[in-house]
């Protein structure tokens, strides 16, 4: 069986559900439990998210690219797209974000504290800034990232949320 | 009985007036990039038909498949608005699912003690 899925997308919002179908696909084919798929559609979901929100996207050739990997104890997903000067105070939030979440013996803990601060803001403030400590809660993932030298920013999770069906 | 039905990409949201109570049952998936500009006009005239009727709010999630983290942000603003407030809210979840556990059982910080706003896995 196949142990990894690279896949690949446009910027484009309309694209992020096929590839949610598509990974869910891959994760069924592994005959990991339903609450298990869902939990790395999730993860697979809230990093293109992010990746098409924050990222930099003026070459045509601007991509998304998403890759699962199936191991023995873990499964890692990673999401890259190109970034450049322009988006370094994301990097720095997204850095902050990833340190605060650390900050937390139990990531539970993070979302809650997250919760709380959304529910102060005002209704016209749609930001959630929810998606990172979400997957470190709900998909139960440890968090990193790193920039290469041709610009291209990797967001990995490692997930250790790993329930397989019986008898498998 | 008064229904209204309101739909978004992939998700639909029923607004079903009864005497007692209004109920939002949500189906689907919940994945547009700014959810809050549909839920949020729905919820927020939800509020005031709320108050003015005096009925409570039922938000029903069991039939619904996903939500993006986005999504979540317009439901915690109902939620604090009425725990602030004289309403009534009771949200209704799918115990059996393990990401909506996850999810809205979280949403228990906002529970009232006399549980005017209160949140229910089934």
């Known amino acids: 069986m196949q142990k990894s899925i690279h896949l690949k997308l446009k910027p484009d919002w309309k694209e992020i559900e096929p590839i949610r179908l598509e990974s869910s696909k891959f994760l069924e084919g592994h005959r990991f439990s339903t609450d298990t798929v869902n939990a790395l559609t999730m993860i697979v979901s809230e990093l293109i998210e992010n990746a098409i929100k924050y990222g930099f996207f003026v070459q045509p050739e601007g991509q998304v690219s998403v890759n699962i990997q199936v191991g023995r104890k873990v499964i890692t997903v990673e999401v890259s797209n190109p970034v450049d000067s322009s988006t370094y105070n994301n990097l720095k939030k997204l850095d902050r974000t990833i340190q605060w979440i650390r900050g937390y013996q139990d990531p539970f803990e993070a979302y809650l504290d997250k919760l709380k601060e959304i529910a102060k803001k005002p209704i016209a403030d749609e930001e959630s800034g929810l998606g990172l400590v979400r997957i470190a809660y709900e998909g139960r993932g440890i968090i990193d990232f790193f920039v290469s030298e041709d610009g291209l920013l990797s967001v990995s999770v490692i997930s250790s949320f790993f329930e397989r069906e019986a008898g498998r | ?122």
Do not use: H
């Not at chain 2, 029923?14 to 006009?41: L, Q, Y």
């Not at chain 2, 069991?62 to 608005?81: C, D, F, G, H």
């Open chain 2, 1 to 122: 009985m008064n229904t209204k039905q309101f739909v978004s990409n992939l998700l639909e949201i029923a607004v079903e007036e009864k005497s007692e109570s209004i109920n939002v049952c949500w189906t689907g998936k919940s994945i547009d990039r700014n959810p809050g500009k549909f839920i949020t006009p729905i919820l927020a005239s939800v509020l005031d038909k709320s108050v003015s009727g005096k009925k409570e709010i039922i938000l029903d999630f069991r039939k619904l498949a996903y939500l993006n983290s986005s999504t979540i942000t317009p439901i915690i603003k109902v939620l604090e608005r009425a725990k602030r407030g004289t309403i009534r809210v009771t949200i209704l979840y799918d115990k059996s699912l393990k990401w909506q556990e996850l999810n809205f059982s979280a949403l228990e910080i906002f529970i009232t003690e006399d549980k005017r706003v209160n949140i229910e896995g089934l």
